[in-house]
């Protein structure tokens, strides 16, 4: 099943915002309903393809039949953009701009290797297109026409050593699907990030992923142990080991690389045996700053649960921690922090962490709220896409950013992000609500994730980006890094820029320009166009 063209998921799942909710948003940020209808899929037109018709011909015979090389309207639209508040607003809006011209649906290595060969002969830039889950403008490439390449027929296991605990997965396998492969041999990846209903293996290593349980079961650019690279160049193979000293190590190179070096053909993954037991809890602190201090101690000296993140009063008061209980928290005065704590192992290894840590966060101000909050997270963890397109549909506006830093300058951090939003969006007349929690922890440090809520305004999408630019501008300052899960895409390209410095940048230029002489690959992404 495809996505929601214009919002996010399984359609069926949608649903509007409780009355109480809606009053709230109308009451507290002026948010007003639509007056006017989005347009439906089939009243949006499009042009007519502008490719030569020998390339699409070309293409067909590279991927097995013209069955496989979609030029329809719907096929076009539903893999224009990805899903960026602003990327939806625009295609609410019938502005289908960064459309491409088809969309290619290789089955093997070797047909990508021939699809990119044959779009360098005739000018056709190429934007991989895993689950379509991107948030950073990171599937809408600058200056040329494009191809789509749709890697969902590359969706298989292709190995599995139960010895070595290793598994080589396809990069359109969705994670749903990887994680009941994997289930039936008695294993789990343990990478659950908020996307993980769409997202793919190849995008988790194309943006280095984190998922929820990171705390646990590590980021998925920890799990990946090779990777095959498909490039107008050639073929790159990494991972002959679990480690090596042979040089630098070329899968950090092609992780996070956006499909900017190439197209993620495979990718070999550690992989964990299931667990016997999950237990997931929450805990409630009277700051931020006690809640976080609470999650450094277990970070830093343990025992680390599997799960573990916070979110500020806000966010708590609000019950955006669990999205299916949104809301619930405003009659309380007393709300202050809820921080959700999970285990995941051996049923033995499993209470005794969970013991240990308890005596923890006890120790260090905290309160235990009982299984009902962090099983009612666990079951909502999902749910946020969703809540996201339901208050685009009642008139409001809603978005998320995130970003890391070493525990020092969380606080800092956390203050101008916050500052830099509130006041540029008030200036624009759309004052917001900022929330935010620490979606993942390290022992050296934190990563923060932000989601904003305003009335739309005049222009929302021009609104926000001023707001965006600010806050990407306050991360740099506060000594964060620009992009902690999501990527970097063409919202945060600049910055990436300036983070990575002039010498580094060009180093990446340098291989780029080795492995895609022509520039082809999502142009624009990642790395400023020459």
Not at 211 to 222: C, L, T, V
Not at 310 to 324: H, K, V
Not at 390 to 407: R, Y
Not at 462 to 484: C, E, P
């Amino acid at each position: 099943m495809d996505m929601l063209w214009n919002g996010w998921g399984d359609p069926a799942k949608a649903a509007p915002l409780p009355d109480t909710v809606t009053g709230l948003l109308r009451d507290l940020l002026g948010v007003k309903p639509h007056t006017t209808p989005a347009p439906a899929l089939e009243d949006i037109r499009l042009p007519e393809p502008t490719a030569d018709p020998a390339a699409l011909k070309s293409l067909a015979e590279a991927v097995g039949g013209a069955d496989h090389v979609r030029t329809d309207a719907e096929s076009r639209i539903r893999h224009t953009r990805g899903k960026s508040t602003p990327d939806l607003l625009r295609l609410r809006t019938g502005d289908v701009s960064d459309v491409p011209q088809a969309v290619v649906l290789p089955a093997s290595h070797d047909e990508v290797l021939t699809v990119l060969k044959t779009c360098a002969a005739h000018g056709l830039a190429v934007v991989p297109f895993g689950g379509g889950t991107s948030v950073v403008g990171g599937l809408a490439p600058e200056r040329r026409a494009f191809v789509a390449l749709d890697l969902r027929r590359m969706n298989g296991v292709l190995d599995l050593d139960p010895v070595s605990r290793t598994a080589v997965l396809q990069p359109g396998l969705r994670a749903p699907e990887a994680e009941a492969l994997l289930a039936e041999r008695g294993f789990t990846l343990g990478h659950f990030p908020q996307s993980f209903e769409w997202a793919t293996i190849g995008g988790f290593a194309a943006a280095r992923s984190s998922g929820q349980a990171s705390a646990g079961y590590g980021r998925f650019d920890e799990m990946v142990l090779g990777l095959t690279l498909a490039t107008p160049e050639g073929t790159i193979e990494t991972g002959r080991a679990p480690r090596s000293a042979a040089g630098p190590d070329l899968r950090q190179l092609i992780l996070g690389s956006e499909g900017a070096f190439g197209v993620i053909t495979s990718v070999t993954v550690r992989i964990r045996p299931l667990p016997e037991a999950r237990i997931y809890e929450g805990w409630r602190f009277a700051s931020f700053e006690e809640g976080a201090a609470a999650l450094r101690r277990l970070a830093q000296d343990g025992p680390r649960p599997t799960v573990l993140r916070l979110s500020d009063e806000t966010e708590t008061l609000i019950g955006l921690a669990q999205p299916d209980a949104i809301g619930a928290g405003l009659a309380r005065s007393d709300a202050g922090c809820q921080a959700i704590a999970g285990y995941e192992g051996t049923a033995e290894e499993t209470a005794q962490r969970r013991e240990q840590a308890a005596a923890v966060l006890r120790a260090a101000g905290g309160t235990l709220l009982g299984a009902e909050p962090g099983e009612r997270w666990a079951h909502g963890r999902y749910s946020a896409p969703y809540l996201r397109d339901a208050l685009l549909d009642a008139g409001a506006f809603a978005e998320t950013l995130e970003t890391a830093a070493f525990w020092s300058r969380i606080p800092a951090l956390y203050a101008a992000v916050r500052t830099a939003l509130t006041d540029t969006l008030t200036e624009t007349g759309t004052p917001p609500l900022v929330m935010c929690h620490i979606s993942h922890v390290y022992e050296n440090g934190a990563s923060l994730y932000f989601t904003v809520v305003s009335a739309q305004g005049e222009d929302a999408v021009a609104h926000w980006t001023r707001a965006k630019h600010a806050a990407n501008d306050a991360v740099l300052a506060a000594g964060g890094t620009i992009s902690h899960h999501h990527g970097v895409g063409t919202d945060h390209r600049d910055w990436y820029v300036k983070e990575a410095g002039e010498l580094g940048i060009e180093a990446l230029r340098a291989v780029k320009r080795r492995l895609d002489p022509e520039g082809l690959l999502n142009p624009g992404v990642l790395l400023p166009t020459d």
